[in-house]
């Protein structure tokens, strides 16, 4: 019952490297999205996807980008990395069937030096 | 444009004492209302939610909130806190039906002392 599965669990990156974080779901889930969480800000939408082919941008989504060619991988792309980028990511999914239940992975924590 | 309130950033209780854990919201219509909680290095997880129906809901760990329209609260309440309460608890909020986009309170952190 694998659920969300995002890799890595620990990055460090120096600034200006890029890197994808992967993030996977095995339920068929439709609407997977990603959120950054920083101390006192709760978590923040970057990107989503309503499905296969369909991205769009959440709150703060310069820096990053997604593609979804599969219902189930989802990867977040970071372009060019600043330490502002520095935070604990998580991956999220979701049915359109009724639950109204996100699904979380266990986060992938970012620190850019 | 929707946005989720969580007023104290910490709350402290006693093992046994009522947990409240206050959540406000903004929305130009009613919306889908969720806590989330998140124990130490772990994702987070669904305590309960509120779509339609009825207002008070029961969730799990012995959870429960109120959807109050007038007031646009949604807070958390568990009568008798227990050590493993212990983490960090959000209040979220989505479109009705779109629960690809939810936009997350601040948290607070609970701490259940004995």
């Known amino acids: 019952n694998a659920g969300v599965t995002q890799t890595p669990k620990f990055q460090v990156l120096k600034t200006g490297q890029s890197m994808t974080l992967q993030c996977a779901q095995d339920?068929?889930?439709?609407?997977m999205s990603w959120y950054r969480q920083d101390p006192g800000m709760g978590l923040r939408l970057i990107h989503y996807s309503v499905g296969a082919g369909i991205t769009d941008q959440g709150e703060v989504p310069n820096g990053y980008n997604v593609s979804r060619s599969t219902t189930e991988d989802f990867p977040l792309r970071l372009l060019s990395a600043a330490p502002s980028q520095t935070s604990v990511y998580f991956c999220a999914s979701s049915s359109t069937g009724g639950s109204y239940e996100a699904f979380f992975g266990q986060g992938t924590r970012l620190t850019v030096v | 444009a929707q946005s989720v309130t969580q007023l104290g950033s910490h709350v402290s209780v006693s093992e046994g004492a009522l947990v409240l854990l206050r959540c406000n919201y903004s929305?130009?219509?009613?919306?889908?209302l969720f806590w989330y909680v998140q124990y130490p290095n772990q994702g987070l997880q669904l305590l309960l939610k509120y779509t339609t129906g009825a207002t008070l809901v029961k969730g799990i760990n012995g959870f429960e909130a109120e959807f109050k329209k007038s007031e646009t609260s949604f807070h958390l309440t568990k009568p008798s806190a227990h050590m493993s309460d212990a983490a960090e608890y959000f209040c979220a909020v989505s479109d009705r039906g779109n629960t690809d986009k939810l936009i997350f309170g601040t948290g607070t952190r609970l701490q259940v002392f004995p």
């Open positions: 339920m068929n889930h439709e609407y």
């Open positions: 929305s130009s219509v009613p919306p889908y």
